[in-house]
């Protein structure tokens, strides 16, 4: 008999019935009452295994009515270097506040420049059919931007200019590069509440993404996606 905590091993149980097919997409998890009597345990060793499956993202519950498998739902994020990073997401709509600020020590080195430069923050959320998908900040240069009619991101579309590529054209950069970093990392308390994510645990995927016009960083962000809703394609022409 496995080593770990009678929790682990009936969330375990429970998992591999989703992974098979056996609980599918919709279906409801039994009950707590049902998890005792099948395993003998505390109704809070019960609670324990379905937060366990509740914090992975497999499982949701409604109140008054029971926990359910999640219904599958992956979003692709494209990135290219003919498109730019994609992510328009149909029925989509962002929420936005742009706000001067200075660089850290961590983004001034991302950008190229001193820490304690201005810099012009922006803080976005995506929505896909009313829910959250995705938190990016962006910070660009002051140095590049300050005082032009692209200085404040979303104000750009008076110019004409929609998108970093778009709104640095107005000022004679050719945005020609971008770079992105890709990790993994359990999901913050703010993150969660702005996400949708369960109280307890919950991962992400952690992008960090710069633009470069001439080898010069005009822009850099950090993006976080749920993990269990996103799958990630990189399309990248070979010269």
């Not at 969330?11 to 591999?16: K, V």
């Not at 270097?81 to 029925?91: F, H, K, L």
């Not at 201005?118 to 959250?132: E, F, I, S």
């Amino acid at each position: 008999m496995s080593a770990d905590p009678a929790y682990l091993r009936i969330a375990a149980d429970l998992r591999e019935r989703i992974s098979s097919g056996e609980l599918g997409p919709g279906a409801r998890l039994p009950t707590e009452s049902r998890l005792m009597a099948d395993h003998g345990v505390s109704r809070t060793v019960a609670k324990w295994a379905i937060s366990v499956l509740k914090s992975e993202g497999l499982v949701e519950g409604r109140r008054g009515s029971g926990v359910y498998v999640r219904a599958e739902r992956h979003l692709t994020r494209e990135a290219s270097y003919q498109r730019g990073p994609g992510e328009a997401v149909a029925d989509g709509a962002w929420e936005h506040d742009s706000a001067h600020d200075v660089a850290d020590e961590r983004i001034a080195v991302r950008l190229g420049i001193r820490p304690g430069d201005a810099v012009m923050r922006t803080a976005y959320r995506l929505l896909a059919g009313g829910d959250p998908i995705q938190l990016t900040t962006s910070w660009e240069p002051l140095g590049v931007t300050g005082g032009t009619p692209v200085e404040w991101p979303e104000a750009g579309r008076t110019a004409g200019a929609v998108g970093i590529v778009a709104r640095m054209g107005v000022l004679g950069l050719r945005v020609d590069e971008f770079v992105e970093r890709v990790t993994a990392r359990p999901a913050r308390a703010g993150e969660r509440a702005a996400l949708a994510l369960p109280a307890r645990g919950g991962h992400l995927l952690a992008i960090e993404r710069t633009h470069l016009a001439g080898g010069v960083p005009v822009e850099t962000a950090d993006i976080v996606l749920p993990a269990d809703r996103y799958e990630l394609l990189y399309r990248v022409p070979v010269a």
